[in-house]
DNA sequence: AACAGTTTGGAAACCGGTCTACAAATCTTG
DNA sequence: CAAGATTTGTAGACCGGTTTCCAAACTGTT
């Protein structure tokens, strides 16, 4: 039975397994379906038969009538551990179930559409995406032919479920805290927008309570934006800190957080100088060498409660909306121990 | 036209967008597919329908007769910044080209094969994996079927494209490089791994490499291992540490060396006392705050030579198997920079 | 005008599953 | 033991694309 070597094997498909078997095509289905309306005898004698050909069934044939057992998830960025977190919290909810998990990469800028539309393509399950520049109508749109969750929208949808953390609370956390510790000028690193939603994006929204909060007490925003990269968060911070005016930088997420620290080092200073605080608590945050003041939104959770809000929608069948709110904390490190050095 | 609300929308297949054009079903394929054989007065009329329908062919369909256009990446951990700096290389390489990247987590332990065969069964058109625990006789077999590039393999294959950097000259520089530093007692933090193909991965040809090379000066190898997890190389680390009995470790790659420097810092002490030195040169090891000297096998670039080998496959019809190998650099940094110390 | 060669568009088979509808076989029950 | 109910297995339609094959229309040549 060997095949002429350079000619590509065949895999069994259902049809071969029912010939082999003696059964029908139908039957077949059944078993792998574990259907009502099979004989223990036929059960057995197909299951036999699909071991012995080591037959899978393809996933896209499948699909055209049934479901794909494939739940997609679309990430904005592959470099930022906060999202690995929230995979991996998703990962786990998903172990032991006959679900796949496949991840979609985001293409930057304000192509996250075109993700959500190749994954939808591909006639996923169901879907969990992180794209804060997708305008909320057409997600609603999409929303209607396909189960979905949105990480990180503040506003109630119709036909998917929503998932954030409370980013206003938690960015007045941050700034409280350094205002706490005696700092006078605070400035605020964020990335930079020029979509209309931004006032209701995550980092849109800490940047609104960042204001607030500080004008509450009387002081003076001081703002700087970068692109979502390394690079430019490196930028932007070495910039914010050349200037001397500021004793305290509150960066919209530890990864740029993580270049801010990068440029103050490398400006030969270090957190007593300027105070650094992240957002997210991504697990290096808690390293020794980096100990960043920051806020934890519980990544891990939450990507294990958007798997859970998305199989209520698959197997439960469910319609109507949900919108969580997780309630973010502080986590006070090293990056923002020393009190507020006096600006000359 | 309204939906009726609540009830799911069906999205336009070719059919609907035939009949509306007025031509038939193989007409739309054809423009579609940009095939030959299509006036360019039924082109225009037909993109345009497609337009106005804003339709999309769905995947699975066109994957029973055509191509996925999906290309299939495996990673054995998310967490790995290693990886992330693969998939963005590979990414960047599919920039443009109609092959959409979809990425599958691994579940940890042996069970890459099933991460493997749950892509196939997706008939991606080709699939990049890095699976040090699976068989080579069952990819051999897998690659007959699909397109493959399998990372970090050294052994030649026939199916598939190999490719690897030179782990063992890379583990030699890392080693001989602390001796030169003056260390005679190295130890080695490793992965453990009760594989028989242990001694062919990666990890398994640097622990070859760095006994080797200390046995070549007369100084005797100490090996610890640990989990693929953070906790469980800090601990490791922490043990070896604590031991007193060494001056340097050789971490098995950066992530976990990184865990190191966190035990390093536990116990109040620096890299003065025990050198550090990794393996992979992620982008945090250049990071001031930990500068770790490491080997670079520089991830992006065979993310993207993986991507090009792999579309010599699918596009270029290569069928004969290549094997890559890039040659790895050291990368000094402060973790190393100390004279060693000595020992009590 | 007749003919061969080339373009163009469509009918229908096909991919490999799922699912509906139905017939045959078996089991209950009076 | 007949009638009805239930269980078991199958034929065939179906999903939405691609691909093959063929007929019709058009082109150019003599």
Redesign the interface.
Known sequence: MA?PS?E??R?PSMDDVARAAGVSKAAVSKVIRHAYGVSPEMRDRVERTIAELEY??????R??RGQ?F?I?VEIPN??N?FF?EV??GA?SKL?GSPY??????G?GDGRGAQ?L??LS???VDGMIAISPGVSSEWLE?LG??IPMVMLGRHDRAISYDTLTNDDALGAELAVSHLIERGHQRIAHLTISSDEESWPRTPHGIRHRAYIDTLEARGLTPVVSTCEYS?ASAYAAGRELIASGQITAIFVGNDALA?EV??AL??LDLTTDSVAVVGYDDI??AS????SLTTVSQFGRHMGALAIELLLERIVGGR?DSRHEVVTPELRMRASSAAPAPLLN
């Open positions: 095949q350079g590509a094997r895999r899978r069934p393809r996933v896209a044939a699909v055209m794909s494939t997609g592959l470099g551990e690995t995979m991996a990962s172990r796949q998990m496949i991840i979609a990469p293409l993700v539309e190749s393509d591909r006639q749109r209607e032919e390394s993580i620290l990068r080092a490398d697990p290096l390293h020794p060498r980096i319609t």
